[in-house]
């Protein structure tokens, strides 16, 4: 197997579980070394580490709150200082609210702003941190969702905004960064099998769901994660300001 990412080092912010381990795992399999962030599940980030290495990768796992903005620098800071530099960073922490409809008198306005708070003010932090450090021809990968440029159903009004949010946010700092043959995409999943969708759908998909789908299935996380390596490595090169659905289809 060719190597194509042997001797980059990568970050992959929320990377202890869910679609984040599953990208740390793809870059290791191309030879990357990876880092991830984790805010407190420490045991199932080491195993992700322990899984990491076994792959004959260097790879480290560094406790941050994506939801405190000041603690992106000391994160970035802390991959350069173990790795000697940052090639790749991927933001994927993210949470998802279960949403109302904004006119509901019950709109839990608390968690929705941190939802805001993680999933926008978070990867800006990041993104900033690591731009002065970042090597010159290296990617940074933003993972949004498909709800960031389509609403099929009611509901989910904050959290498709705060994906939309980081659609023009990547495009300029494409702008910003192509100087330095640096490119910057967004990679929008739609339905996958994380906790995340588990605790919005229960543990089965609906057929309705489903239905909407011209491609009868919900993602596999390593399909996605085969698509952040691809932008990742050298034949992304030329891909900058991008937004790529990895859905099936849903909601064409």
């Known amino acids: 197997m060719s190597k194509t ?3 980059k080092v990568a970050l992959v912010t929320g990377g202890s579980r869910g679609l984040g381990a599953a990208i740390g795992q793809a870059l290791a399999d191309e030879g990357a070394d990876v880092a991830i962030s984790y805010v407190a599940s420490a045991k199932k980030a080491e195993a992700v580490v322990e899984k990491l290495k076994a792959k004959g990768v260097r790879a480290l796992a560094i406790q941050s709150d994506q939801a405190d903005m000041a603690a992106a620098k000391p994160l970035v800071d802390k991959v350069v200082a173990h790795f000697g530099k940052l090639d790749i960073l991927v933001n994927n922490a993210a949470i998802a609210v279960q ?21 926008v003010m978070g990867s800006v ?8 450090v970042l090597t010159d021809g290296g990617r940074i990968i933003f ?6 440029t389509r609403i099929p159903v009611s509901g989910v009004a904050d959290y498709a905004g705060s994906k939309s949010a980081l659609l023009g946010y990547a495009k300029g700092v494409a702008r910003d960064l192509g100087r330095r043959n640096i490119t910057v995409n967004v990679v929008q999943p739609g ?14 998909v609906p057929e309705a769901l489903l239905d909407m789908h ?7 996380l390593e399909e996605v994660s085969a698509l952040v390596t691809h932008l990742s490595g050298p034949n992304g090169g030329y891909m900058t300001g991008g937004i790529f659905d990895v859905a099936g289809g849903f909601a064409i």
């Open 214 to 220: 011209p491609i009868r299935r919900i993602a596999t």
């Open 125 to 132: 932090a990041a993104t900033r941190a690591a731009a002065p």
């Open 191 to 204: 339905v996958m099998p994380t906790d995340m969708a588990k605790g919005a759908l229960g543990d089965e």
């Open 5 to 7: 990412l042997k001797g």
């Open 99 to 119: 949403g109302k409809t904004v006119d509901d008198p019950d709109l839990d306005t608390v968690n929705l702003d941190r939802q805001w708070q993680i999933n």
């Open 143 to 148: 993972i949004g969702s498909l709800f960031g």
